[in-house]
């Protein structure tokens, strides 16, 4: 079956980085992209980033844009989020999943495909903090 784990989360200052791992299992990453998405307390999810697996291409949301860099290893099943320059508001827990990436209005937005993606991983949380 599906499994997404999520690891490499942990508190750091403000202006600090952090490198985070999503390893897929139970199906084919080839014609899927994967995305990174977070939950803040008292928040809904959100997009924040997403790759499309066969061919590299990325696309932020704008507060992610600049700061947070995402990549692949297909043979590892395994995608990343690099995040620099980290805020406090940046602080949540973050999930990987399939994802489709939307422009609006000259600004993208990152969604989980299906919409009733139900195959969530534990989540790795992040806390940035002084």
């Known amino acids: 079956q599906v499994q997404l784990v999520e690891s490499g989360g942990g508190l750091v200052q403000p202006g600090g980085s952090l490198r985070l791992s999503c390893h897929a299992s139970?199906?084919?990453?080839?014609?899927?992209?994967m995305g990174w998405f977070r939950q803040a307390p008292g928040k809904e999810r959100e997009g924040v980033s997403c790759i499309v697996m066969s061919d590299g291409n990325t696309y932020y949301a704008d507060f992610a844009e600049g700061r947070f860099t995402t990549s692949r290893d297909n043979g590892k099943s395994e995608v990343y989020l690099q995040m620099n320059s980290l805020k406090p508001e940046d602080t949540a827990v973050y999930y990987c999943?399939?994802?489709?990436?939307?422009?609006?209005?000259?600004?993208?937005?990152?969604?989980?495909?299906?919409?009733?993606?139900?195959?969530w991983g534990q989540g790795t949380q992040v806390a940035v903090s002084s």
């Open positions: 999943a399939t994802c489709r990436a939307q422009g609006i209005r000259g600004h993208i937005f990152v969604y989980p495909t299906p919409p009733d993606f139900s195959s």
């Open positions: 139970g199906f084919s990453l080839d014609s899927v992209a």
